[in-house]
């Protein structure tokens, strides 16, 4: 005779105020134990009790250009990916599966709002993006794009659906109204390096220099003001004096509220090929145009990366990941505002063979975000 448990006689009402009071990353850990928990915990009226409820804030990874190329030759036989993430509080790794979108190769690129944004194989042959909430399995998909726009494009995203697609020629933007994109000219100065989206500004930096000496300059830009192919301003002060010029390939990260980071490698000198010391992340404040220094990378950890051949960076907020080739693990600088100050470590267990060039973006996950 088969017996049940005691908790499946529970009205579904009550098990929703039970489970209710759980953590996002509880309710996660409650869904994987059994297909009734599963059935309970996803079903829409349980949604909706959760709209009070923090996000889980999480660093969602890309895969590695090796992984990806080496994914997309076997897509045939293995047609569905993961976003694996990182949940820095637990120092855990885990994985959404994306086996719900019914496209061929897709690649998480970004996130916001509790959304993530997947390049996936249309069938005109073409690319599309892909808006879904992997916790709740759902998805949208946005007008189909040529494969350029995958390869040569930025994908930028903000609140209400905001998506750009941005090269250094052009930018397609859409807004969550009507079937297509509109597309601007984007009037850059040069190939934009790390544009990031901050509210309804845009901000990249943009080379001046000289073809043997780069001058790296921060360009910004509203989306109104790019709607009508306007052009970017420089954004600069004279107190901000030589801040560029002690920077080695800088880049752009979207810090928190009104705030932006720029991460480089600290030049030793301003000869031509000087050496770096170290990693520096600087914050601008936007409100008051003023920076200020927040994290220096220790010499122990920096020299893993002055070793590697080249590095990447990415996160969001209050955190920073940097990967490196034969690195085998990721750096992690993680600012708290109770302390004041960032904290360094080194996070492992990277999925895959851990070898590649990572990319990233901030992932604040959350059951009510729809797409």
Not at 8 to 14: E, T, V, Y
Not at 106 to 130: F, M, T
Not at 161 to 166: D, E, F, G, T, Y
Not at 294 to 308: A, L
Request: glycine share 8%.
């Amino acid at each position: 005779m088969e017996t049940t448990s005691l908790i499946h006689h529970l009205p579904q009402d009550s098990l929703h105020q039970i489970f209710s009071s759980l953590s996002v990353r509880e309710i996660l850990i409650c869904r994987s134990l059994s297909k009734f928990f599963n059935q309970i915990l996803t079903s829409p009226s349980f949604i909706n009790l959760l709209s009070l409820k923090p996000p889980l804030n999480l660093i969602g990874l890309r895969p590695s250009h090796h992984h990806h190329h080496h994914h997309h030759r076997i897509v045939v036989s293995s047609p569905h990916s993961y976003l694996h993430v990182y949940d820095s509080d637990l120092n855990q790794w885990m994985k959404f599966a994306f086996d719900f979108i019914p496209f061929r190769s897709p690649i998480p690129v970004a996130s916001s709002g509790g959304i993530v944004y997947l390049w996936v194989d249309s069938p005109d042959s073409g690319k599309s993006l892909v808006l879904c909430n992997p916790l709740t399995r759902r998805f949208q998909v946005l007008p189909a794009l040529g494969s350029a726009w995958s390869r040569h494009g930025t994908v930028l995203v903000g609140p209400v659906n905001r998506v750009l697609v941005l090269t250094e020629l052009a930018c397609l933007y859409f807004n969550g109204v009507g079937d297509s994109w509109q597309k601007f000219s984007s009037n850059l100065v040069s190939k934009p390096r790390s544009p990031i989206l901050v509210f309804d500004s845009l901000f990249a930096l943009c080379d001046v220099g000289s073809p043997w000496r780069s001058q790296w300059k921060l360009f910004s830009c509203t989306l109104t003001v790019l709607e009508k192919s306007q052009g970017w301003k420089r954004l600069e002060k004279h107190e901000w004096g030589d801040i560029f010029d002690i920077l080695k390939r800088p880049r752009l990260i979207r810090g928190n509220g009104r705030r932006i980071l720029m991460v480089g490698g600290l030049k030793s000198s301003f000869s031509l090929n000087a050496s770096c010391s170290t990693i520096l992340i600087l914050r601008l404040d936007l409100e008051t145009l003023e920076w200020d220094e927040v994290g220096r990378m220790p010499t122990d950890m920096f020299k893993s990366f002055q070793e590697s051949s080249k590095f990447k960076v990415f996160g969001g907020g209050d955190r920073v990941c940097f990967s490196g080739k034969r690195i085998g693990r990721l750096a992690m600088w993680n600012y708290s505002i109770k302390a004041g100050k960032g904290e360094w470590r080194w996070v492992d267990g990277i999925p895959g063979n851990g070898d590649g060039l990572y990319r990233g973006f901030e992932y604040d996950a959350r059951f009510t975000s729809a797409p």
